[in-house]
């Protein structure tokens, strides 16, 4: 059963207690982790009580400070050290066991850990015999993605969802990783939108990335062959990391054994800030456009309060069905057009378009998009010459465009092709802003992976590597709530920190 959990409040007068006691032996330790002391006092873990409760039998010996374990965790991952270290380093600095939220007579052993991290995430990951996993041979050129496994997949996902989301989502709701993605959105994107980083109708932007597992792709032999003579034999092989499968890194050019973690994120212009929203990591070979449309879904269900204004992705997700999708939801759709499949467009031979879909008027220049007509759910363009005529006298007129003064007008329906003509008309100013957005997601995964070591970790299995990129997402929350928080609000705590915070 779940023992005892304090309040954030009670943490904060703790920690203020036991900083006051530190700061007249170690104020120089206290000032070297002075970014750490400030994420702790932030880190209010007064939503992760309700969401582990259930997780733990209603009788039999209490588990003691689990809030505090979730606490030290992050600060685990704050100083890049690893679990099989931090124990001692806790026990060695007084500084760092104090914000963590413990004494040096209740401080828990690195079991409690590992049982903290079972529970969050229930997953076996013992050693098992799988079939030989041979790493494919044929390979790509650089920059080039592994086609979809089964084509027709994206449009099967896409119809269960528009016909029935709730059936739909309760069979995602068996997945692994459901309570550390829920503690994530109640504990670090809920807080940022309390602190307005997140607003309430969010620009989204999703992309995978390769996560090498710390396990060997080889696996153990425990088959008799070798003592018959045969060396090379395709029995089965015990693996120290059973789920992970063989990838194709795109950036790189070469096959890795892990996963694929599909990350959504956004972009808070005003503080220039990267913020992680939802966290999954799948089977290294899985399409994204296949995670998009799981995590879209996931993502909804996990924020209810946080509106989808517009999706940004890249050419994996490049497909009807996702754009059918999206218009189900009414969420704009910024995805970069796929290059093996530009000339799939759907729309009446009388308008000529370019490949992002903007009109050509008959003497060939594009037109500019001049607004979006809603009560006929249709896009107006005019002649560039004729448009930038008005009062801007940067053209002379188009002659042969048309006669009339205001210019030539073309209509084009979203509904011609929700691909082609998207709600903000490809290669305009505003789709060219949000595409730019995207890149939000790759740094998202470079702090991740690198910033945070998770990839340099040699971390093995699902479980900590899900639970790690989670840590390292929270972390990242942090650093971005620490630069618009008044830590004067915190009562007594500018004595330890008297110089002002970084914005």
């Known amino acids: 059963m779940l023992g005892f959990c304090g309040s954030h409040k009670d943490y904060i007068t703790f920690v203020l207690t036991q900083l006051r006691a530190l700061a007249q032996t170690r104020p120089d330790q206290i000032e070297e982790h002075r970014e750490a002391v400030m994420k702790m006092l932030i880190l209010n873990l007064d939503p992760l009580i309700p969401l582990i409760a259930p997780l733990y039998s209603p009788t039999g010996r209490p588990a003691e400070m689990q809030p505090e374990i979730f606490r030290s965790f992050v600060l685990m991952e704050h100083m890049h050290i690893p679990l099989d270290n931090w124990v001692e380093k806790l026990s060695l600095n007084p500084v760092l066991r104090a914000i963590a939220g413990f004494t040096p007579e209740n401080m828990p052993q690195t079991s409690s850990y590992y049982d903290f991290i079972n529970r969050i995430v229930p997953l076996d990951e013992h050693a098992q015999r799988r079939p030989v996993k041979v790493k494919p041979k ?33 069979r995602l709701s068996r997945r692994c990783e459901r309570f550390l993605q829920r503690i994530f959105a109640r504990v670090a994107v809920d807080a940022s939108v309390s602190l307005g980083l997140i607003p309430d109708s969010v620009s989204v932007s999703g992309d995978g990335t390769c996560i090498k597992t710390g396990a060997s792709p080889y696996g153990k032999k425990v088959c008799k062959c070798k003592e018959k003579g ?111 499949n530009k000339g799939n467009f759907k729309y009446p031979p009388a308008i000529r378009m370019n490949d992002n879909g903007v009109p050509i008027c008959q003497r060939g220049f594009e037109m500019v998009y001049n607004g979006y007509c809603k009560n006929r759910n249709r896009l107006k363009w005019r002649c560039c010459r004729s448009f930038y005529r008005d009062g801007l006298n940067f053209f002379p007129p ?69 639970f790690m990129v989670t840590l390292a997402a929270v972390n990242i929350h942090l650093d971005a709530q620490i630069k618009v928080i008044d830590f004067q609000s915190f009562s007594g705590i500018s004595q330890f920190l008297c110089k002002p915070c970084a914005a």
């Open 230 to 340: 045969m060396y090379k034999c395709a029995c089965d092989r015990k693996y120290s990391d059973p789920n992970a499968t063989w990838g194709w890194d795109s950036h790189n050019g070469c096959y890795y054994y892990g996963y694929t973690g599909y990350f959504i994120s956004t972009y808070n212009r005003d503080l220039k800030l990267d913020l992680p929203l939802y966290l999954r990591l799948v089977q290294a070979n899985r399409h994204d456009s296949v995670s998009a449309v799981i995590a879209l879904n996931e993502f909804r269900e996990l924020n209810p309060k946080l509106n989808i204004d517009t999706f940004v992705s890249d050419s994996a997700s490049d497909n009807y069905a996702t754009y059918e999708l999206l218009d189900h939801w009414g969420v704009n759709a910024v995805i970069a057009l796929n290059d093996k």
């Open 138 to 170: 044929e390979k790509l050129k650089k920059g080039e993605k592994l086609p979809p496994k089964n084509p027709g997949v994206v449009a099967d996902l896409v119809k269960q969802v528009v016909s029935d989301e709730k059936r739909f989502l309760k």
């Open 398 to 466: 188009c002659e042969g465009c048309s006669k009339s003064p205001y210019g030539r007008v073309v209509y084009t329906k979203p509904d011609w092709d929700l691909r082609l003509f998207t709600r903000i008309p490809r290669g305009s100013q505003a789709w060219k802003s949000k595409m730019k957005e995207r890149t939000a997601a790759e740094r998202v995964n470079d702090r991740i992976l690198h910033d945070y070591g998770v990839e340099g970790g040699h971390v093995r299995g699902k479980k900590r590597i899900s």
